[in-house]
């Protein structure tokens, strides 16, 4: 479908590339400066010299770029390091290949890595992954990296992180506040999914419709509640807290139901291996004993698990259905299957999004290898002939791969998340080997525990 006015998509990505070239440009005459004036502070002889030498050259420089003098500290040391240490990302930085916000991404994530040989890692995946997705899908990408990476050092970071969990409020203009919270990653992913759970059954039972953000413009209707669903969350959170008192030691079984979603090898479920835990969009990871310690709790008894079964690709075992509308159970794995909306750098949970078909029923089926999620926004988009979905064979699969044709009639992949997130870190060459009869008893203990009779 042709798009309204003229549009050359060869044209914004070069203009992106010698955006992302001058950028590096400035890192590079940057560091020329800074470290020209270190070399003339170190023929001097007195250590007070030196150091006011090298201030005052800074200052000068934070002036000349438009920087403060702090900005200018934290950019030195960022480009220095991924020159020094990640030589093929600072190449494609100077092409123009990766811009400078990706660049800052990948430098916080190597400052978190500890060995040259996860950042030597880093440095051989991060150029393709960067310029291929949106900054917001590389942030999630280099928070997993790091995790795998070196998952022992991660968990040793999560530990600590768990002494500065605190609340605070901060009061803005204008009669609103903020509510500010560092929480344990999966507390807080339990409190989302609740208040989107909770959230989405008011604007259930207020209209029938499905909740949705995207209501402007809509005609109110008398009885109806015109509150959006962020505003839902936000007074169901005002109601939790200021409601009938509850104490950090309260027994847990009172537990609020909600489904948290995440992709686990059963090495790490069993203790075998250590191999962080990931939600399955993406966006967070947890140390694998996190999720054993739930286990191990006596009170997490009203856990449920689902086991998904795919091929090695992380392609989803089909099960298919004659009606058109996928069923509760088939919508649950699809959307825990692919964690995001499919459509080109849209980070839209599952959870929030509709289920589609690939190929239009009753054409298409109503199967696991003919749904996927999309947002309302690309569903419609794809339903009017903007986007349209390209299947594709993959020389190196068994199976077909599925990508968007864009309304420029570019090909762009489609966002998958499970194969990525089920994905083992590169092992270590001595790292031993577990026996497979290890895991199976430990799944088989706990099958039985936490066998449920269906009712």
């Not at 150091?51 to 934070?62: F, G, N, S, T």
């Not at 419609?380 to 009639?409: C, I, M, N």
């Amino acid at each position: 479908m042709a798009l309204v006015g003229e549009l050359d998509p060869g044209h914004l990505r070069e203009v992106a590339r010698c955006r992302a070239a001058a950028e590096a440009a400035e890192s590079a005459a940057l560091l020329a400066a800074d470290e020209a004036g270190q070399r003339e502070a170190a023929a001097m002889e007195s250590a007070l010299q030196r150091q006011l030498h090298v201030r005052a050259l800074r200052m000068e420089i934070a002036v000349a770029a438009g920087l403060s003098e702090g900005q200018l500290q934290s950019r030195l040391r960022e480009v220095r390091d991924v020159r020094d240490r990640l030589p093929s990302v600072w190449a494609a930085h100077r092409a123009g290949l990766v811009d400078g916000y990706r660049v800052h991404l990948v430098a916080e994530a190597l400052g978190r890595l500890d060995g040259d040989a996860a950042a030597e890692r880093l440095g051989a995946k991060a150029v393709a992954y960067a310029q291929s997705h949106t900054a917001s899908e590389l942030r999630a990408w280099l928070r997993r990296f790091v995790a795998r990476a070196e998952p022992e050092a991660h968990a040793e970071r999560a530990r600590r992180g768990r002494d500065d969990r605190q609340v605070a409020v901060r009061h803005g203009d204008d009669g609103m506040s903020e509510l500010w919270a560092l929480l344990p990653t999966l507390q807080a992913a339990t409190i989302d999914a609740r208040l989107r759970r909770e959230a989405g059954r008011l604007c259930d039972s207020a209209d029938g419709a499905e909740p949705s953000d995207s209501a402007d413009g809509a005609e109110p209707q008398e009885g109806r509640d015109e509150r959006t669903l962020a505003q839902k969350r936000a007074d169901l959170l005002v109601a939790w807290a200021t409601g009938p008192a509850a104490t950090a030691d309260q027994s847990p079984s009172g537990r609020p139901a909600v489904d948290v979603a995440v992709v686990m090898t059963a090495e790490a479920l069993a203790g075998a291996t250590d191999e962080p835990v990931v939600s399955s969009d993406g966006a967070w990871v947890i140390p694998a004993q996190d999720v054993r310690d739930l286990l191990a709790d006596r009170a997490s008894d009203n856990l449920f698990w689902h086991r998904i079964l795919t091929t090695s690709a992380g392609r989803m075992l089909d099960h298919t259905y004659l009606g058109r509308f996928a069923p509760d159970l088939l919508a649950r794995a699809v959307r825990l299957r692919d964690g995001v909306c499919q459509a080109p750098g849209c980070t839209a949970q599952a959870e929030r999004c509709d289920i589609d078909h690939r190929v239009p029923w009753p054409r298409g089926t109503t199967s696991g290898s003919n749904l996927w999620p999309l947002c309302r926004r690309h569903h419609q988009l794809k339903s009017h002939g903007y986007l349209t979905p390209v299947a594709r064979d993959r020389p190196d699969r068994d199976e077909r791969d599925w990508a968007w044709r864009l309304p420029s009639g570019r090909i762009v992949a489609a966002e998958r998340r499970l194969d990525e997130a089920a994905a083992p870190a590169d092992p270590a060459p001595d790292a031993p080997a577990h026996p497979s009869s290890v895991v199976e008893r430990f799944l088989k203990q706990l099958i039985d525990r936490h066998a449920r009779t269906p009712g």
